[in-house]
């Protein structure tokens, strides 16, 4: 679901999400399931909420920024969310590949 949505983020929103990705922003998850994740995107005193749902074959994804309400476009908070999530997943299977060795 996430590489999906990945795909669709234009690149210039791409990039701003990976230069947020390097200059620290925070993505705090609240909901995370394998149809639904939703949290806050925090960095420097702003805050946005982004909802990634997977309905059906689509994947619809919401944010509260200007870029994504007035433009209905995939904004670069949406594409941090989904960065981080996939970040998140690949560092859980990558602890529990270690635990496996050490077992
Ligand atoms: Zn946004």
Do not use: N, P, T
Not at 24 to 31: A, I, P, R, S
């Amino acid at each position: 679901m996430l590489h999906r949505l990945l795909s669709r983020v234009e690149a210039g929103r791409f990039g701003r999400a990976l230069a947020g990705l390097q200059a620290g922003w925070q993505w705090e998850c609240e909901v995370r399931r394998a149809d639904r994740v939703e949290g806050l995107v925090l960095y420097g005193g702003k805050r946005y909420r982004v909802a990634i749902e997977q309905r059906g074959a689509r994947c619809v994804a919401r944010c509260g920024c200007d870029d994504a309400v007035a433009r209905g476009v995939l904004c670069k908070h949406i594409a941090f969310a989904a960065m981080a999530e996939l970040a998140a997943a690949a560092a859980a299977r990558s602890a529990h590949r270690q635990l496996e060795e050490l077992g």
